[in-house]
């Protein structure tokens, strides 16, 4: 789908806006300085740039957009003052549809789909931008984290 729509909070309407240069689907958006960048996912030919990340999750750092998770363990960089792509180590496991959240720096994937017997809803991977390097954590959850929703909270000097 190539529709994009602009909610107004204060009137509390939609307005039209002009449409994607591409239409996508399993697509992921993010905000950066003062715009929306719509990224990943696949064209009607079953494209991407620079390569396919279906379900995957887009967060924005340090002037940057990166692209990571879903079914390909993709991990991109976009740096839109050159308009290029940068493709950088992949996570070690496939995290299916876990979102991301940007924590000090660096990058957090958790949960997603089972990939076969693996099940990956007590899973946390850690990505260093610094150093291209992601680091896999283990934890324990009350229940599964398979769709859902990530964010983070920094109160520094608290």
Same mark, same amino acid.
């Given at each position: 789908? !190539?529709?994009?729509? =602009?909610?107004?909070?204060? %009137?509390?309407?939609?307005? $039209? ?15 950066? @300085? !003062? ?12 494209? !991407? ?26 991990? /991109? &960089?976009?740096?839109?003052? +050159? !308009? +290029?792509?940068?493709?950088? +180590?992949?996570?070690? =496991? ?5 979102? $991301? $959240? ?5 990058? =957090?994937?958790? @949960?997603?789909?089972?990939? @076969? &017997?693996?099940? =990956? ?12 390097? #992601?680091?896999?954590?283990?934890? %324990? /959850?009350?229940?599964? /984290? #398979? ?7 920094? /109160?520094?000097?608290?």
């Amino acid at each position: 789908m !190539d529709q994009c729509w =602009l909610y107004h909070l204060a %009137t509390k309407k939609w307005e $039209a806006m002009p449409p994607l240069f591409t239409a996508r689907r399993y697509h992921r958006s993010v905000s950066l @300085g !003062d715009g929306v960048y719509v990224v990943g996912g696949m064209d009607a030919a079953n494209n !991407d740039t620079p390569e396919v990340c279906s379900f995957g999750a887009a967060v924005s750092l340090n002037n940057c957009i990166y692209l990571v998770g879903g079914d390909n363990r993709t991990c /991109l &960089k976009y740096a839109p003052a +050159s !308009d +290029s792509w940068t493709r950088l +180590s992949r996570p070690k =496991l496939n995290h299916g549809t876990a979102p $991301a $959240a940007v924590w000090r720096g660096s990058i =957090l994937l958790a @949960g997603g789909v089972r990939s @076969g &017997k693996e099940d =990956l809803s007590s899973v946390i991977e850690q990505f260093d931008p610094a150093t291209d390097t #992601w680091s896999v954590y283990n934890t %324990t /959850l009350k229940a599964p /984290l #398979w769709c859902h929703s990530l964010f983070n909270v920094d /109160l520094y000097g608290v």
